[in-house]
C-alpha cells in the first residue's frame, strides 16, 4: 500500500510557539508529536485515511482565504507557509514551503523540511507549483497558530496530553 509522508521538521513555527508556552524538551525516546516535530520525523499517513484527505480537503476549501490575508497580513501575522507534495518514484513527501510568492495561479518559494524519502528537492531549494498541489496552509497570528490542518489531523490520534503539549 503506498502511503502519504509528511515531514515535521516543517513545524518548526508550530514548535517555536510551544517553545513560548513553556514546553520543555523531552528525552529522545519520547514519540509525542512535538518531539517528533523537534528530531524532524515523517509521519506515515495511509494514503487512503479518511481524517487526512478531510483535513486536506478543508485546507484547500480555506485557501482562498489564506492568500487574500497572505497577501495583506496585519500586525502580529507571520510565517506563512503552504504545503504541497513532492513525487519521486511511489514515494510522496509533504513539504512546507515559506517564503513563498505567487502569480496568479503559480507559486514558488524554498523547501522547509529536509527530504528524507524523495531525492530530486533538498532543504532550501526554491520550487515552482500550482495553486492546485497545495494540501495545506499556516501562519502564526499573534503567537497563534492558524490553519495547519495535516497537523490537527495527526493530533485526532493522539492523547489528551500530547494535544495540549503541541498547542
Known sequence: MRRRIMTSAGYAMILSAA???????????AQTPTQKAERDELAFVAKSDPVMAKAMSKARATLPDFLSTAAA?????????????????DNAEYFWITPFTTKDDSFSG??????????SVKLG???????????????????????????CAL?????????????
Open 110 to 119: 524554498e523547501i522547509n523540511n529536509r527530504p528524507r524519502l524523495v531525492h
Open 125 to 151: 531549494q526554491t520550487i515552482t507549483f500550482d495553486r492546485s498541489e497545495i494540501v495545506d496552509w499556516m501562519y502564526m497570528d499573534d503567537n497563534k497558530m492558524k490553519g495547519n490542518y495535516t497537523a
Open 73 to 89: 497580513p496585519k500586525a502580529g501575522m507571520d510565517g506563512f507557509a503552504v504545503k504541497v507534495a513532492i513525487r519521486d518514484g
Open 155 to 167: 493530533l485526532k490520534s493522539a492523547s489528551k496530553r500530547e494535544v495540549d503539549e503541541f498547542k
Open 19 to 29: 517553545v513560548a508556552v513553556g514546553l520543555n524538551p523531552r528525552p529522545a525516546d
